[in-house]
C-alpha cells in the first residue's frame, strides 16, 4: 500500500515538475498596473482608431459580437492543482496554468461600418473613488447635445450643477449617493466621467451603479450620438 503511494506521489511531483519546466517564465502571474492601462487607452483615439490599432494597443484576446468588442483586464496567479474529473485523469492528474484574480478594467469599444472606433467604455476597479469613462462621437445633426444630456440627468434622478455653454461642460450630482458625473463636450467628442466614491459592496455603491447604467444607456440610446 505505501509503495503504491509512494509511487503515485512520486508521479505527481515529476508531472508538477514537467508543468513548471514547460510554463517557464510564465509561471509567475501577472499583476495590471494603473498606470500602464491609463498610458494604453490614452492611445486610443475616437474617430480615429482602427481595429488594428486597438489590437496593437490592447491586444487580440478580447471577445466580439459584430461591431463591439469587449477587453477584460485581471491580475493573474500561476496555479496547480488536483484533477478531480475530466479525460486523462489518470495520465495527467495535476492541472496548471495561469488564472484570473481581480478584475482591474473592462474596456468596450464599438466601431463603424469602416471599422473606426466610434464609442469607447472603460470600467475601473483598481481603487475608490472608482472611475468609468465614456467617449462618444456626437452626431453633426445633434442639437443642444449639452441640454439634451442635461435633461437625461434629470430623468435619472440626478442634479445639473455648473452647466455653461461656453466651456462645453457641466457636473451630474446623485441625490442619494453624493457621487458625481462630468460631461464635456470636445468638438464632436462627448466624454463622461463618472466618480463612485463608495466601497464595491456598499449599498451606495450599487445604487449609483444602476443610476449610471440607465444614464448611459439613454445617452447611448439617443439621437444626439452616433
Known sequence: MNTRYNVKRWSHVLTVAALLAAGGCTTSGQEISEQSMEERIATLRIGQSTKAEVEKTLGLEHRTDRNRWAYNFSDSVFEIAERRQGPGLGILPISAGVFPTNTRAVVILAFNDRGVVERLEVARFFSDPFINDYWYVVRET???????????????????????????????????????????????????????????LASEYRAFAKREYALMNSIGNSEIVQ
Open 142 to 200: 445633434a442639437k443642444d447635445p449639452l441640454e439634451s444630456i442635461a435633461k437625461l440627468g434629470e430623468a435619472a434622478g440626478m442634479k445639473v450643477v455648473g452647466l455653461e455653454k461656453d466651456v462645453a461642460t457641466f457636473t451630474l450630482e446623485d441625490h442619494g449617493t453624493k457621487a458625481k458625473i462630468a460631461v464635456k463636450l470636445d468638438g464632436q467628442t462627448l466624454r463622461v466621467t463618472s466618480r463612485n466614491p463608495h466601497d464595491r
